[in-house]
């Protein structure tokens, strides 16, 4: 039991010097009498403070990102005006293209009806197919049988075969 009460008197006496030591130190009561009264004050500065700054920081930012998107939508802007141009440029381009490839094809058409069905024939077999029969379709009936009779049968089938499908009403319809 004695070294239980040494401990003992030991603590008391540690007390006992502690306490007029802490007593030099000035305000050390106050700060341990009222440590809650100091940290509300402060707490609701640092939240005025805070909040003040979060205003202006929130202000500063919208005007930021505002200011961004101000400058995408100018660049999306100046874009579309350069694909507005682009795209009237190549519908003005396929206008002409188109015109020019028709005043070609009845050119075209002109000449092959001007033709020998036995001269006519050898030229269309060379040509591609598609262009062939359209040529052959644009001809008079009579002169379109006369050329497909001088080809050579496989080319004249497959010639028969694009314009009977062209003539089918049932090949521009989509399936259902």
């Known amino acids: 039991m004695t070294a239980d009460m040494n401990r003992s008197f030991a603590r008391k006496a540690a007390r ?10 000035p305000g050390w009561m106050a700060v341990a009498a009222e440590p809650s009264a100091l940290d509300t004050v402060t707490q609701e500065e640092i ?17 930021l990102q505002k200011q961004e998107l101000e400058k995408l939508q100018a660049d999306i802007d100046g874009r579309i005006v350069v694909l507005e141009d682009r795209r009237a440029e190549y519908e003005d381009w396929l206008k002409r293209r188109n015109d020019f490839l028709r005043q070609a094809e009845i050119g075209l058409v002109e000449i092959y009806k001007k033709m020998k069905p036995d001269a006519a024939a050898p030229a269309l077999a060379e040509i591609n ?3 062939a029969a359209s040529i052959i379709m644009k001809l008079p009936p009579r002169q379109s049988a006369l050329v497909l009779s001088e080809m050579e049968p496989k080319k004249a089938a497959m ?3 694009i314009i009977s499908s062209a003539a089918d009403p049932n090949t521009s319809k989509e399936p259902s």
């Open 16 to 25: 006992l010097l502690l306490v007029p030591a802490l007593m030099f130190v």
């Open 47 to 63: 939240a005025k403070f805070c909040g003040g700054i979060a205003d202006s920081a929130r202000d500063q930012r919208y005007l």
């Open 129 to 131: 197919v598609e262009l």
């Open 159 to 161: 010639v028969s075969a």
